[in-house]
C-alpha cells in the first residue's frame, strides 16, 4: 500500500521560503509510471495544484506559481520536496503531496494527510 | 486555465437518497475528469477517474458519466460516510484545475 506523508515547519514568516518533504513508501519515486505532486488548500477554499516531478526529473509547475516553485527528488530516501520562496499570507494553505497516474485522466491516487502551513511574522 | 464549476455548491439529503452532482468544464475534454470526496480534516480520496471509471475499493453505489464539458457524480441510496465535499478535476489541459466543491450534508 502506497503511503505518503508530507513534513515541514508549521510556519513560515512572510518572504521566506516554505520547505516541506513528502516521504513515500510502498512506491518507488525512481521508477515510472507516476508523477509525485504538490497540491493546496488554502483556508476554505478548493485546491490548487502545485506541480508535480518525474522519476526523469522532469518537473511540471503550475504557471501561476512558477517563478517561486521548485519541487525536488531525493531519491536515496524516496523523498522529494517543495520549496516555495518569497511566502505571503496568501500562501497559508493546508499543503498535500499525492502520487499522480501516468496515462488517461492522471488521477491523483494516493494522497497525504496534509501539513498546515502559516505564514506570519 | 480551463474553468470547472460545480453545481449545487452545497445540498442537503437523507441516507438511502440518490444525489447527483454536476461539473461542467470552460472548454470540452473528452473524458478527462476525475472525482474526489473530501472528508474535514482530511485528505481528498479518488472516487472516479476517466469520468466514469470506478477506484478499487470505492463501493458501487457511486457512479460517474459524461464526456466534452458536461459531467455528474451520482451517489445512488447515500450512507451516512458518503456526507463529504465532493470536487471534480480536470486534467486535460495544463494546469490540472479543480472545482470549488459541492458540499453534501445530512437534511
Known amino acids: 500500500q502506497v503511503q505518503l506523508q508530507e513534513s515541514g515547519p508549521g510556519l513560515v514568516k512572510p518572504s521566506q521560503t516554505l520547505s516541506l518533504t513528502c516521504t513515500v513508501s510502498g512506491g518507488s519515486i525512481s521508477r515510472g509510471g507516476h508523477y509525485w505532486s504538490w497540491i493546496r488548500q488554502r483556508p476554505g477554499k478548493g485546491l490548487e495544484w502545485i506541480g508535480y516531478?518525474?522519476?526523469?526529473?522532469?518537473?511540471f509547475y503550475n504557471p501561476s506559481l512558477k517563478s517561486r516553485v521548485i519541487i525536488s527528488p531525493d531519491t536515496s530516501k524516496n523523498q522529494f520536496s517543495l520549496n516555495l520562496n518569497s511566502v505571503t499570507a496568501a500562501d497559508t494553505a493546508l499543503y498535500f503531496c499525492a502520487r499522480v497516474e501516468v496515462g488517461h485522466s492522471t488521477p491523483f491516487d494516493y494522497w497525504g494527510q496534509g501539513t498546515l502551513v502559516t505564514v506570519s511574522s | 486555465d480551463i474553468q470547472v464549476t460545480q453545481s449545487p455548491s452545497s445540498l442537503s439529503a437523507s441516507v438511502g437518497d440518490r444525489v447527483t452532482l454536476s461539473c461542467r468544464t470552460s472548454q470540452a475534454i473528452s473524458d478527462f475528469v476525475n472525482w474526489y470526496q473530501q472528508m474535514p480534516g482530511k485528505a481528498p480520496k479518488l472516487v472516479i477517474y476517466a469520468a466514469s471509471t470506478l477506484q478499487n475499493g470505492v463501493p458501487s453505489r457511486f457512479s460517474g458519466s459524461g464526456s466534452g464539458t458536461d459531467f455528474t457524480l451520482t451517489i445512488n441510496s447515500l450512507q451516512p460516510e458518503d456526507f463529504a465535499t465532493y470536487y471534480c478535476?480536470?486534467?486535460?489541459?495544463?494546469?490540472?484545475?479543480f472545482g470549488q466543491g459541492t458540499k453534501v450534508d445530512i437534511k
Open positions: 516531478i518525474y522519476y526523469t526529473g522532469e518537473t
Open positions: 478535476q480536470q486534467t486535460y489541459f495544463s494546469p490540472p484545475t
